[in-house]
């Protein structure tokens, strides 16, 4: 069955600081997979997604994951975090049966 | 362009009411797939529209129940509302054949009291 895994529920790093989001899920098939952010009250934001090719790929605000097949892993991250940058964060697999499986979120704080 | 809205924006009902919930698609899809956020947790799939047909759903009961106008809108439907029912809803919208690139709204939130 497909899942995603978030195991970091919240996090805090400090304005201008690197951050990584970890993500891992399982499924059978190649996934394709995304990084959603939400806003307090808002929907979901796509910041990027994998389908194939390039396992590093970029998305917007300055944000990119690495596609790591071995270690069924889609981690997240930011060189440089801006205050804009705190919001929930989900990892998201999409199956074959056409279906997202998100994972539970990881709360980014940012801090001064 | 319009992206995906929804109406409304909140909604408190009590236990055993029904709600229906509104979204209308970004301009040009033809797919709808709704989704329940509750609170602390991450979107989970109720079901998905195509050409006035329910598709594909979720592992959610028979209180939960849809509907696709020919504008491609949306509804939700959810009879005997329980506590559990309070979430967020989000609807999203896509075209038929690239499913996987879906554009949400900004949800409805729901309160059960």
């Known amino acids: 069955a497909q899942s995603v895994t978030q195991p970091d529920i919240h996090i805090t790093v400090s304005e201008g600081a690197s951050l990584e989001l970890r993500c891992n899920y399982s499924?059978?098939?190649?996934?394709?997979l995304f990084w959603y952010v939400q806003s307090p009250g808002q929907g979901l934001q796509l910041l990027l997604k994998y389908f194939s090719g390039d396992t590093l790929v970029q998305g917007i605000k300055g944000f990119e994951a690495e596609f790591k097949r071995s270690q069924s892993s889609f981690n997240l991250r930011k060189p440089s975090v801006h205050w804009s940058d705190a919001a929930e964060y989900f990892c998201?697999?999409?199956?074959?049966?056409?279906?997202?499986?998100f994972g539970t979120g990881t709360s980014l704080t940012v801090i001064p | 362009d319009a992206g995906v809205t929804q109406s409304p924006t909140h909604l408190i009902k009590t236990r055993g009411q029904q709600v229906t919930l509104r979204c209308s698609p970004k301009?040009?899809?033809?797919?709808v797939s709704w989704y329940q956020q509750a609170l602390g947790q991450g979107p989970q799939f109720i079901f998905q529209y195509y050409e006035e047909e329910e598709r594909q759903r979720g592992n959610f009961p028979d209180r939960f129940s849809g509907h696709q106008f020919p504008n491609y809108s949306s509804e939700l439907n959810v009879n005997a509302l329980l506590l559990g029912d309070s979430a967020l809803y989000l609807c999203?919208?896509?075209?038929?054949?690239?499913?996987?690139?879906?554009?949400f709204g900004p949800g409805t939130r729901l309160l059960v009291l």
């Open positions: 499924y059978g098939a190649t996934p394709y």
């Open positions: 301009s040009g899809h033809d797919t």
């Open positions: 999203a919208s896509s075209l038929a054949g690239e499913q996987e690139t879906q554009y």
């Open positions: 998201a697999v999409f199956s074959t049966g056409n279906q997202f499986y």
